[in-house]
């Protein structure tokens, strides 16, 4: 069932989105050759525990196990929901960090700080029953000075993302979305992927309608005002193909081993166009 938002349930989602805006901009310090990719994690864990916001993926049910980590961190060749792990980062890597979190909450209801974000079937509780205010983001980051490949990879990828954006309009369709983003993409020799989609969010981080990075203009669902989206298409230098990891049922790779990229926002369709929940600054930048 799709929902359109009420005022208050925007309001929400926006006060989660800063949040998850503000640690993506954190993340822009500590992802540097030689870091840790686990300390991606842990500054994440940190600043929910200090912002006192959930980190809704952990705990989210999957194939084989649920998800056991605040974040996703997909290196190079990894598409999505790959999990974040002890790596040094070298120059040259293209990483995509993605985040789902709630609104800032009360601490007399929940205090996130006392919570053991490893214990999975604990943090589920909270995680899979939340029907606040949430957000939902990823982003990409090079690490060093990355290859020519990668540099313009990210910025077509980012484009494709805010070309997308542009359509979700008051009157267009769902197709006019995915029409954008893969004629932008294709145009420049990428394959979009095509098993994971954007979606709608509210009350929980997936719901109707799905929203693809590939489609016919003038086809699929009238967008209207209200509709609260995300955007998210991953772009790959070679196939759109993709193959899952067998062991997790998680991590997605590109099939040829080619780079693959990220970004996301999440976004309310408005009757002045699409207001962006998780911005990080000026648009078309952040």
């Not at 991606?40 to 999957?62: A, D, F, H, M, T």
């Not at 145009?187 to 098993?195: I, K, L, P, Q, T």
Request: glycine residues 10%.
């Amino acid at each position: 069932m799709i929902t359109l938002k009420s005022a208050r349930e925007i309001e929400a989602m926006d006060r989660a989105g800063a949040v998850l805006a503000s640690i993506h901009k954190g993340l822009r310090e500590l992802i540097k050759p030689g870091a840790d990719m686990w300390e991606v994690e842990e500054y994440v864990r940190r600043r929910c525990k200090e912002e006192n916001v959930l980190p809704l993926q952990i705990g989210v049910s999957g194939s084989i196990m649920d998800y056991p980590y605040a974040t996703c961190c997909g290196l190079n060749d990894e598409v999505a929901h790959a999990f974040p792990r002890h790596y040094r980062l070298k120059e040259g890597d293209l990483l995509k960090v993605d985040m789902v979190l709630s609104e800032p909450l009360d601490k007399s209801a929940v205090d996130v700080s006392k919570l053991n974000f490893d214990n999975v079937a604990e943090m589920k509780q909270y995680t899979e029953n939340y029907t606040g205010g949430l957000a939902d983001s990823c982003w990409a980051y090079a690490v060093g000075t990355v290859s020519e490949e990668a540099a313009k990879l990210m910025a077509i990828t980012k484009e494709a993302l805010y070309l997308g954006i542009e359509q979700a309009v008051i009157g267009n369709r769902i197709g006019d979305i995915g029409a954008a983003i893969q004629s932008y993409a294709e145009s420049h020799g990428y394959g979009v992927v095509r098993d994971l989609v954007g979606h709608g969010v509210g009350p929980t981080m997936h719901e109707e309608p799905m929203v693809p990075h590939y489609g016919t203009a003038g086809r699929g669902l009238r967008l209207r005002e209200g509709m609260v989206l995300t955007i998210e298409p991953m772009i790959n230098t070679g196939t759109w193909e993709i193959d899952t990891d067998p062991e997790t049922g998680w991590a997605h790779k590109t099939l040829d081993g080619g780079l693959s990229c990220q970004y996301e926002h999440q976004f309310v369709i408005t009757k002045d166009g699409p207001q962006i929940l998780t911005s990080q600054g000026e648009e078309r930048t952040y």
